[in-house]
């Protein structure tokens, strides 16, 4: 069964500290998988997909198929990264699932 | 105005009630996503649509009915609603072709059912 695993229902680092917000699947197709962030009184948006390998915000992720990860990682965490993010997994038929979600805490 | 919106952004019913949540798009996206954000289970995909006449189960379906007699409408009506479908309710849209599979999502629709 399609599964994606937030196994940190809240991080709390402090400001300048890096961060790693894990995401785990289970998929036995060719997964595309997204990080999406929902910031205090903003819609859900999404933060970046695998296939573009980019970085926004300071955030990047690696897709590990060995490891059937796709954690978010950035060096120094800023305050305004404080939000809910969520790893979503699409598994083909434009149907895509969510993780549980990790709330990230950025400390002063 | 241009984009996702849902209505309405507050609704409090009681128990057994029927309750409709409209889903509005203005980009003719032809997938269309009915989630519900509940702590500690994230979002969970309640029923989507690649396009007009054609929907689908995801995965919490019941208590749940859909219809997309137009591309850029996509209500979901909770035909007697519970206490256990309290919640908040995102609809999403997204393109086909390159741009598929990723969601722009509305700002949410808050239910309480007493």
């Known amino acids: 069964a399609q599964r994606v695993t937030q196994p940190e229902k809240l991080l709390s680092v402090f400001k300048g500290a890096p961060v790693e917000l894990k995401c785990n699947y289970s998929?036995?197709?060719?997964?595309?998988l997204f990080w999406y962030v929902q910031y205090s009184r903003q819609r859900l948006q999404l933060l970046l997909r695998?296939?573009s390998r980019e970085s926004i915000k300071g955030f990047t992720a690696d897709l590990n198929k060995g490891e059937t990860s796709f954690h978010l990682k950035k060096p120094f965490a800023q305050e305004e990264d404080s939000a809910m993010y969520y790893c979503a997994l699409s598994t083909g038929g434009f149907k895509t699932i969510f993780g549980a979600g990790t709330r990230l805490f950025v400390k002063a | 105005d241009a984009g996702i919106t849902q209505s309405p952004r507050y609704k409090i019913t009681e128990t057994g009630r029927q309750v409709t949540l409209m889903c509005h798009q203005t980009?003719?996206?032809?997938?269309m996503f009915w989630y519900r954000q509940d702590l500690g289970h994230g979002l969970r995909l309640i029923y989507y649509?690649?396009?007009?006449?054609?929907?689908d189960k995801g995965e919490v379906p019941d208590g749940y009915v859909v219809s997309r007699s137009k591309t850029e409408n996509f209500p979901l009506t909770l035909e007697s609603a519970t206490r256990s479908q309290t919640s908040v309710y995102f609809c999403?849209?997204?393109?086909?072709?390159?741009?598929?599979?990723?969601?722009?999502f509305g700002a949410g629709s808050r239910l309480t059912v007493l």
């Open positions: 980009w003719s996206h032809s997938y």
């Open positions: 998929y036995s197709g060719s997964p595309e």
């Open positions: 695998h296939i």
């Open positions: 999403a849209s997204s393109e086909s072709g390159l741009g598929a599979n990723v969601l722009t």
């Open positions: 649509s690649a396009a007009a006449d054609i929907t």
